[in-house]
Each structure stands twice: as structure tokens, then as C-alpha cells.
């Protein structure tokens, strides 16, 4: 697509349920990163994923966190037995390259743990 | 790891001022972007710039990585430009990107 696509952009869910988020990348971009924003805060990495493996994945906080991604196309961030500190807003990049070109970020999807 | 700073952490200007916003990091890093977040949350892409000078518009950016910082200049701001500004280094050996600090920049009319 034209641009990165999140969905969805706003989700509150009850503690403890699971979440999946979604994310579709550049068309063509092998390289997918997930970040975290709280609230007033900057952005931590999560995860990134070159194609559909995932070389690099010290920044997930748990192991409540996963994500998969099929091919070189969507991802999904899951986060099992939500907790309220998981709230926060996540964050989708593409690059062409791992960490080597211009990465674009999604508009975010907008997470609150009730 | 890499620890990356930006200064100042806040920065109030009236309209039609310019500024310099630093970003200093401790390590030598392979790239080096900075974006504008949007009062709506939205990363913004300015400048792709591991190494350099360049001009876009009322922007321009230089990063000397020998040295281990960028710099952003911001000429005759506008409300527009208030936000939060960050800049992202993708340190060597390495396949991501770490954010800096960010610096929120209030822009009055």
C-alpha cells in the first residue's frame, strides 16, 4: 500500500484478555519494526523481523508479547493476559533494508488496558 | 547500549523565531533519521541523514557521526511546527532503530 496500515487504531480491553494488532507494511519493505510510546514517553523497540524471521527480539518485555509476520507482508503484535501497564500506543515501521534505509512509521494503534 | 540525548528537552518560541535542536549519541551508528510527532501522535519522516548536510525547505539538518551528533535547524517556525521532535540512530552491528529523548517544541502565535 501507500502507506503503513494499523489497525485497529483504538482498542480498550478488560485486564487479563489478549490483544492482537495489526500491521501492514510498505509494499515491498522486507524489513518491519514494532516500538511501544507510553503516554508522554519516547519510543521503545520491540521487535523487528527481516522477511518473516525475527533476528532481533530484546525488546519485547515478556513473554506475554509475541509477534509473527507472514512472508514479507502483515505482522501481528499479540499481548496475552493484558495488564494495565501494557497500555500505551504501538507503533509499525517499514524499511526497505534492516536499519540500513529509511524506515516509515503507521499512525499507531492506540492500546487501553481497563 | 547506545545511549542517545536531545536538547533541549523542551522549547518554547514565538512565531517566526529559529532554533537549533542537538542529538548527541554515544556510539557510532550506521543511520540516523529525525522525525516531527504531530499533536495527533503521527511520526512524521524530516530527514534521512547518516552523514551530511541537507535542506528542505525551512529545515535542514547536519550530522557529523565522527562526532556523534546531528543537529536540526527549524527557520521561521510556525504553529505548525509544535510537537515533539526525535531523532532515531541505528547503531552499528546493528539492525534497528533507537529512539533519543525527543524534544517538545511549543510554537506561539
Known amino acids: 500500500g501507500a502507506g503503513v496500515s494499523q489497525s485497529p487504531s483504538n482498542k480498550v480491553t478488560e485486564k487479563g484478555k489478549d490483544v492482537e494488532l495489526r500491521c501492514d507494511p510498505i509494499s515491498g519493505h522486507t524489513a518491519l519494526y514494532w516500538y511501544r510510546q507510553r503516554l508522554g514517553q519516547g519510543l521503545e523497540f520491540l521487535i523487528y523481523?527481516?522477511?518473516?524471521?525475527?533476528?532481533?527480539k530484546s525488546g519485547l518485555p515478556s513473554d506475554r508479547f509475541s509477534a509473527e509476520r507472514t512472508g514479507e507482508s502483515v505482522s501481528t503484535l499479540t499481548i496475552q493476559r493484558t495488564q494495565q501497564e501494557d497500555s500505551a500506543v504501538y507503533l509499525c515501521a517499514s524499511s526497505l533494508g534492516a536499519g540500513l534505509t529509511e524506515a516509515f512509521f503507521g499512525q499507531g494503534t492506540r492500546l487501553t488496558v481497563v | 547500549g547506545i545511549q542517545v540525548e536531545q536538547s533541549p528537552p523542551d522549547l518554547i518560541l514565538q512565531e517566526g523565531a529559529n532554533s537549533t535542536l542537538r542529538c548527541n549519541f554515544s556510539?557510532?551508528?550506521?543511520?540516523l533519521q529525525w522525525f516531527h510527532q504531530n499533536p495527533w501522535g503521527q511520526l512524521i519522516n524530516l530527514f534521512y541523514i547518516p552523514s551530511g548536510t541537507k535542506q528542505n525547505g525551512r529545515l535542514s539538518a547536519t550530522t557529523v557521526a565522527t562526532e556523534r551528533y546531528s543537529l536540526l535547524y527549524i527557520s521561521s517556525s510556525q504553529t505548525t511546527d509544535s510537537g515533539v521532535y526525535f531523532c532515531?540512530?541505528?547503531?552499528?552491528?546493528?539492525?534497528?532503530?533507537?529512539f533519543g529523548t525527543g524534544t517538545r517544541l511549543k510554537v506561539l502565535a
Open positions: 523481523f527481516q522477511g518473516n524471521s525475527a533476528p532481533d
Open positions: 556510539d557510532s551508528v550506521n543511520n
Open positions: 532515531a540512530v541505528a547503531p552499528t552491528g546493528t539492525y534497528k532503530y533507537i
